[in-house]
């Protein structure tokens, strides 16, 4: 029988590319969007031939709705906690109270049980929510790509070239995950089609920490950089 995934969050960045790697699969494709989302993004996703299923208001009965029939969710959504917390416990609840089998949280990020409170806000977040996800009967994976090789140097950069400085979290030694937003959407569809696998998979492909960062763009630039810590404590 034919698996059915919905995605919430599909007009974002990498919520379009899970879509896009889904789509490649035989599965249903549902996506769950804002009614006033940006027409152009609705129309992109009709052209892949995708079921959209809009809500007017983020609630558990529109969410529960369109998650009937559905095998596992995937939430793309990014944000603060209005959104990593709060609509993703919504979407969840919806999800459950539909009898959905699996749930695949927004993460695609550094592996936070490896960090501590206060270290940096976004992990905090996930983890708050993990607490609650943990408590439920959904099976759950979580995905570990690090960070995404994009963000090196595109949206919300870690490296400033014009400032010189490389940016980090934590311990300036500790080694970072990074991988592509494709890898990474691929790497989602296969997980939400196989219902095998574990609570959590980290799949990073490169290892660096920001100190190599810094050293490495300051051998490719020939300029001088320096790392500089923020957020947490």
């Known amino acids: ?15 379009l590319r899970i879509v896009k790697a889904l789509v490649n699969e035989d599965v249903e494709v549902r996506v769950l969007v804002r009614s006033n989302v940006d027409l152009e993004k609705i ?3 009709e052209e892949l031939g995708v079921d959209i ?4 208001n983020w609630s558990l009965e529109d969410i529960k709705a369109a998650c ?3 095998n596992c969710v995937i939430s793309s959504l990014a944000g603060l906690r209005e959104v990593v917390f709060d609509a993703q416990k919504i979407l969840l609840d919806a999800a459950i ?5 699996r749930f695949i949280p927004s993460d695609y990020s550094l592996d936070f049980t490896k960090f501590s409170y206060g270290e940096n806000r976004n992990l905090d977040l996930r983890r ?3 607490e609650y996800l943990d408590k439920t009967s959904i099976a759950a994976t979580s995905i570990f790509n690090g960070a995404f090789t994009e963000l090196l140097t595109n949206e919300m950069p870690m490296i400033l070239f014009k400032q010189k400085m490389v940016l980090y979290w934590g311990n300036a030694d500790y080694k970072w995950g990074f991988t ?3 890898n990474t959407a691929e790497y989602t569809a296969k997980v939400a089609i196989d219902s095998d696998t574990p609570r959590y998979l980290r799949i990073a492909g490169d290892l660096i920490n920001p100190t190599e960062v810094k050293a490495v763009t300051t051998k490719v ?7 500089f810590r923020f957020g947490g404590k």
């Open 1 to 15: 029988m034919t698996k059915t995934i919905l995605v919430a969050g599909a007009t974002g960045n990498l919520g």
């Open 43 to 45: 129309k992109i996703l």
């Open 53 to 56: 299923y809009k809500v007017s």
């Open 68 to 70: 009937i029939g559905v």
């Open 97 to 101: 109270e539909a009898g959905v089998s």
């Open 128 to 130: 708050e929510f993990h």
């Open 180 to 182: 592509t937003m494709d």
């Open 221 to 227: 630039t020939r300029q001088k950089f320096r790392l």
